[in-house]
């Protein structure tokens, strides 16, 4: 079955450390990447987007994204966190045998001022 | 402004007592969809909607109901809720199935 999978469940650092949560999917073929903040007690709100092109790709707030293909997987990073980027962050992959969005469980991210 | 407004934001019922929770976007999105969401689950897809009376089950259809009869719109129907349906619900809209999503406030509901 597909799948998507965000192997950090819960993250805190201190601010100013840099940042890589990872996800990871199940199937091949041609897909499409998002990454997704959902900040506390409000919705989720795109973060960035992978179609086609460049795999590193960048988004709001200074995060970034690397597709790697061989390796099924879309890590987003960013260099210095702040005590804002205090969030839950959701992988979602589009595509595969079924043409579905698949999001991932989440990770929730605490920084520490 | 664009936006998908769901309403209520909170909502307590009893188990059986049916209920909606209704979904609107100015976007003119064909695309829209319902998720609930639960610790440790992520989002969960319950049924979404290519177009006008166009529905179709997600992973998680079972005590929901939809429809879709404008463009706009596309309530949830809890037509006999549990206490298992206790959780986070958002709507979502987008141009195309694959396109960025854009996601209301959230409802909150709890059975009791």
């Known amino acids: 079955a597909q799948s998507v999978s965000q192997h950090n469940h819960h993250v805190i650092l201190s601010e100013a450390a840099s940042l890589e949560l990872g996800c990871n999917y199940s199937?091949?073929?041609?897909?499409?990447l998002f990454w997704y903040v959902q900040y506390p007690g409000q919705h989720l709100q795109l973060l960035l987007k992978y179609f086609s092109g460049d795999p590193l790709v960048k988004g709001i707030k200074g995060f970034e994204a690397e597709f790697i293909k061989s390796k099924f997987s879309f890590n987003l990073r960013k260099p210095s966190v702040q005590w804002s980027d205090t969030a839950e962050y959701f992988c979602a992959v589009y595509g595969g045998a079924t043409n579905k969005l698949i999001f991932g469980t989440g990770t929730l991210l605490a920084v520490q001022p | 402004e664009a936006q998908v407004t769901q309403n209520p934001r909170y909502l307590i019922t009893v188990t059986g007592k049916k209920l909606t929770v209704t979904c609107s976007q100015n976007?003119?999105?064909?695309?829209m969809s319902w998720y609930r969401q639960d610790p440790g689950l992520g989002l969960r897809q319950i049924y979404y909607s290519m177009n006008v009376e166009v529905t179709d089950k997600g992973d998680v259809p079972e005590g929901y109901k939809v429809s879709r009869k404008e463009k706009r719109n596309f309530p949830l129907i809890l037509e006999s809720p549990s206490p298992n349906q206790t959780s986070l619900y958002f709507c979502?809209?987008?141009?195309?199935?694959?396109?960025?999503?854009?996601f209301g406030n959230g409802t909150r509901l709890t059975v009791t």
């Open positions: 979502a809209s987008s141009g195309k199935r694959n396109s960025p999503l854009h």
């Open positions: 199937y091949g073929g041609t897909v499409n």
């Open positions: 976007m003119n999105h064909e695309y």
